[in-house]
């Protein structure tokens, strides 16, 4: 039994659901308590989807249990099927369902339904959302894709895209265009928008993109063995990740790399002057492990930024993100604990938060600006513009998205500057997100809160050093406050003066 | 222009029922955490259940309330399932540990889910053994808000009605208001009945442990929901007696409570005019404000939270609006029977939901405007037929004159948006 407040991840039925709403033709038949409907209104609300997910829900209720739950289950899954008429089903059991051990899977087998119908076991109390989403996937392409002759031009599945995915819309968007310069057509994108007869086709493709390896690892591995078909291990996110990504696949495919970047402007966006200030700006990356891994790099060789800790919340890739910090002399924070990363975050003190809509919270919180990079999703992060990670425009539209948080270069001196103005200080933070100038006040309780905790762990703030760090902007004060006292510690001084912040300031200048 | 439509000889009252069985969009119980736990300070309320009932409160309210939040859930495991006695002692470790972090907490639900439930789980003896643990500081109670035992806000009372039973007895005569309402409700309610001479009143919930109210065969009390039939039921054993009236929505449902209340305590007419007169006048001219939009066109009522049959009433009898079908979860007809009596015959009247049957109704009847859940808005938007989502009915003040002209406003936006954009398109 585990407590918890807030979740990364729903239970894997969700995942199912998220693969099947992706998808067209297909029906889920889920067996599932009155309630569980709930997960209906994520991909109609957040998503803003014009049509129902397409799951019927048993709906069975306390007085059923005693009785025939398994007859329930016939009769909703025979009442779908005529409703919807669709070329596939998927049938499995939610959290409560699994309990009651009615085997949906072997139930729909006796039925004769004269289409195929997919049983998924994905154990609630044991896995999440993202084991649902790549192992529903990899049950659907497992069942329904055999090895069939290639198209006669050279052509790729899109692997990955589905239902509430950060940006997957307009990901596939920008990997067609990067296939249309190669001369790489597209064989089928799946889940998203394709149908059980699409699926059935996946071997005719020359190789696989595998655009979101929480999703669609499984069935790109299947299809690598069954079809013989390779598939991409690069995430084209980013302006370098993009050009290996051109590369790996021009090699897979057997075709010259092409390379048309004429509406990439990141990086001269990052060259230009105004950028000066991003450099060594300290973030903090966390979210899913692949979008994680992408920001890290683009944070570091494409931004300038100094990357401060970075972390995952799905455990089943931990490997390569500890793989990944270890290459930044960081320790990996593995966790789905909100709590914990929060306390991370805090640890951390970064003047910038990369990641999910959790984590733009804990940013309010804490006072640091926050870009969000990944799922879980909000339904601020299903934009009416077009606005993809991946490719040349994904990398314009990153740095856009990063630099917005920020506090501007030009202003960021003249904070530092005057930082007692009345109206053009610290605490009124970046201008440009709306006037909430207010009168400059005395640190916030948080911040006072800090210095108490700093005394009890024997090392004094003399009263001039702590008026002193405090004409210290607020975007760096966390940083300077912990240089300061590192510094102090490492000389064995329980004191610190004004000298001592300059001395600290001295020494880690850059 | 909104004077009540003389009544009908034949109300809803003697309507048949349509009951349906099929697949529900509903929320389970579990849904009333989201209001209750910002309504009761010192109250925490521990979900016994899996990751589902975690995304269920994250999710359901549209948008995660990032203040710390005074509710989680503890998440049943593959170990947990594997043996009882282990289930009961990592319950206690977590409860353990909750109370330790958090020492405001003087109320601790222990709120029962679907599988807490299939795996028998038994919540009321974990509840007495904690609260002899953890006595004096915190009372430990427990309630179901599982999805194969409550609808959405049946869960709020199914928490009532725990807490009934720990109530403190009392002789005195005195008027409780069940219900879980905003403050600035809540307050304008007392505040009505006070300038009438009643009092004190009491409140359950109260927002805190020490203010709830005390119970005995002198006690009145009156709903201000109508979903609170467990409570209503578990007051009446301890004595109480109920009010009976129609819910305070609307001029004509807000009058008809307060005169159901001030009559049992023997207010006089001119008292009650002398109270009521002005916020009823201000309360008309807001309805009729708000509802121009709404008069002569239909509504159909999806089952949500059972506050179908009073917000049929009112949107029929003081909006001039005409109900196609209006649908329950399920009909408490001692609760809401005062409500169906008023409402002219002639709406389809159902029970429970087979929700694809249901959305074919709707289809063929083409309302001007249906009230639904979430998960189906969007979708019949995109079909052309505006909605309005209904739990915004429950996450809004409401109740009483100050709201009425609110609560027209909230049927006719959808309109008047639809309204807006068609004419824009056209221009």
């Known amino acids: 039994m585990k407590l918890t407040v807030w979740t990364y991840e729903g239970p894997p039925h969700v995942g199912a659901m998220r693969v099947a709403t992706a998808m067209r033709g297909l029906h889920y038949v889920l067996h599932a308590p009155q309630g569980d409907t709930y997960a209906d209104l994520l991909f109609t609300m957040i998503e803003r989807r014009d049509h129902r997910p397409p799951v019927t829900y048993t709906t069975f209720e306390g007085r059923d249990l005693g009785a025939d739950t398994a007859g329930i289950f016939r009769d909703t899954c025979r009442a779908a099927y005529e409703r919807f008429v669709p070329q596939a089903m998927i049938v499995g059991a939610s959290c409560t369902a699994e309990l009651i051990q009615d085997d949906p899977g072997g139930l729909a087998e006796t039925m004769g339904l004269p289409i195929p119908v997919i049983p998924l076991e994905l154990p609630s109390y044991q896995r999440k959302e993202n084991f649902g989403t790549d192992e529903t996937f990899f049950q659907i392409v497992k069942a329904l894709a055999k090895p069939m002759p290639r198209s006669t031009e050279v052509s790729v599945n899109l692997l990955g895209p589905l239902a509430l995915g950060f940006r997957h819309r307009d990901d596939i968007e920008e990997i067609k265009h990067l296939l249309a310069q190669m001369g790489i057509s597209v064989n089928v994108v799946a889940p998203f928008g394709a149908t059980p007869e699409h699926i059935a086709r996946l071997g005719a493709a020359h190789a696989n993109i595998l655009m979101y390896p929480e999703h669609a690892e499984a069935a790109a591995r299947h299809l690598e063995r069954v079809c013989d078909q390779p598939y991409t291990k690069t995430v084209p996110i980013g302006v370098g990740a993009t050009h290996d990504f051109v590369n790996e696949l021009a090699r897979i495919c057997g075709v010259e790399p092409k390379i048309e970047t004429t509406r990439l402007r990141q990086p001269w966006w990052s060259k230009s002057v105004d950028s000066t200030y991003l450099t060594g700006k300290r973030v903090f990356l966390f979210g899913d492990a692949t979008h994680v891994q992408a920001a890290a790099r683009i944070a570091r060789d494409e931004m300038g930024f100094d990357v401060v800790g970075l972390g995952c919340y799905n455990r089943e890739f931990a490997r390569p993100i500890r793989t990944l910090a270890k290459e930044f002399g960081l320790e990996a924070l593995i966790s789905d604990d909100y709590l914990s990363v929060e306390q991370a975050i805090e640890e951390a003190a970064p003047e910038m938060i990369l990641g999910t809509q959790m984590e733009r919270h804990i940013g309010k919180r804490l006072g640091i600006p926050c870009a969000v990079i990944s799922a879980p999703v909000h339904v601020q992060d299903f934009p009416a513009r077009y606005s993809p990670q991946m490719g040349w425009e994904g990398a314009n539209v990153i740095f856009d998205t990063w630099i917005h948080p920020l506090v501007m270069g030009l202003e960021e001196h003249l904070l530092t500057m005057f930082r007692e103005d009345f109206e053009f200080h610290d605490d009124a933070g970046a201008s440009h997100h709306g006037g909430k100038a207010v009168a400059p006040s005395a640190p916030t309780p948080k911040f006072q809160e800090r210095a108490q905790d700093t005394s009890s762990d024997v090392m004094v703030w003399l009263a001039c050093a702590e008026k002193e760090l405090k004409k210290i902007p607020f975007f760096v004060r966390g940083k300077a406050k912990r240089n300061t006292e590192k510094f102090a510690a490492e000389r064995g001084m329980s004191e610190i003066s004004v000298d001592t912040l300059y001395e600290a300031k001295a020494h880690y200048a850059r | ?427």
């Not at chain 2, 053994?129 to 806000?153: D, K, M, Q, W």
């Open chain 2, 1 to 427: 222009m909104n004077t009540p439509a003389p009544i009908k000889a034949q109300s809803c009252a003697h309507s048949p029922v349509l009951k349906e069985r099929g697949q529900r969009e509903v929320f389970c119980g579990l849904t009333g955490i989201i209001w209750l736990h910002r309504k009761m300070q010192d109250a925490f309320f521990l979900v016994v259940g899996s990751r589902t009932c975690a995304h269920l409160l994250q999710s359901a309210a549209g948008v995660m309330i990032f203040a710390e939040p005074r509710f989680g859930t503890a998440i049943l495991e593959e170990t947990d399932l594997a043996g009882m006695a282990d289930a009961n002692d990592e319950l206690d470790r977590e409860v353990a540990r909750l109370l330790s972090r958090r020492p405001d907490i003087k109320q601790l639900f222990l709120v029962g889910s679907c599988p807490s439930e299939v795996i028998k789980l038994d919540l009321a003896r974990a509840a007495e053994r904690l609260t002899t643990a953890h006595a004096p500081h915190v009372r430990v109670l427990n309630y179901s808000g599982s999805g194969i035992e409550t609808t959405f806000t049946q869960g709020e009372d199914a928490c009532l009605a725990a807490m009934v039973p720990v109530l403190k007895e009392s002789q005195a005569r005195e008027l409780v208001l069940i219900g879980a309402l905003p403050d600035v409700v809540e307050d304008q309610a007392i505040t009505l009945l006070s300038e009438m001479g009643i009092g004190p009143i009491r409140v359950l919930p109260s927002s805190r442990a020490e203010g709830a109210p005390e119970i005995g065969e002198n006690t009145v009390f009156a709903c201000l929901q109508p979903f609170l039939g467990e409570t209503t039921a578990a007051l009446e054993r301890r004595g109480a007696r109920r009010i009976t009236a129609p819910f305070p929505f609307g001029e004509e449902g807000t009058t008809l409570w307060l005169r159901a209340i001030a009559e049992e305590f023997g207010v006089d007419d001119a008292t009650f005019a002398r109270v009521t007169d002005a916020p009823r006048v201000r309360a008309r001219t807001a309805i009729d404000n708000a509802s121009a939009a709404l008069r002569g066109k239909s509504v159909f009522f999806m089952p949500d939270s059972q506050l179908e049959i009073p917000l049929a009433r009112f949107l029929t009898r003081e909006c001039g609006m005409e109900a196609v079908e209006i649908g329950a979860p399920y009909i408490h007809r001692g609760l809401v029977g005062p409500d169906l009596a008023l409402i002219p015959e002639g709406p389809r009247i159902s029970e429970g939901q087979d929700v694809d049957v249901q959305l074919d109704r709707v289809r063929t009847a083409r309302p001007d405007l249906t009230v639904c859940g979430l998960g189906l808005a969007n979708p019949l938007e995109a079909e052309g037929l505006s909605t309005k989502w209904a739990i915004e009915l429950v996450f809004t003040p409401v109740h009483f004159y100050e709201q009425a002209g609110d609560l027209a406003g909230l049927f006719s936006r959808p309109l008047r948006r639809r309204a807006i954009l068609e004419q824009g398109a056209a221009r």
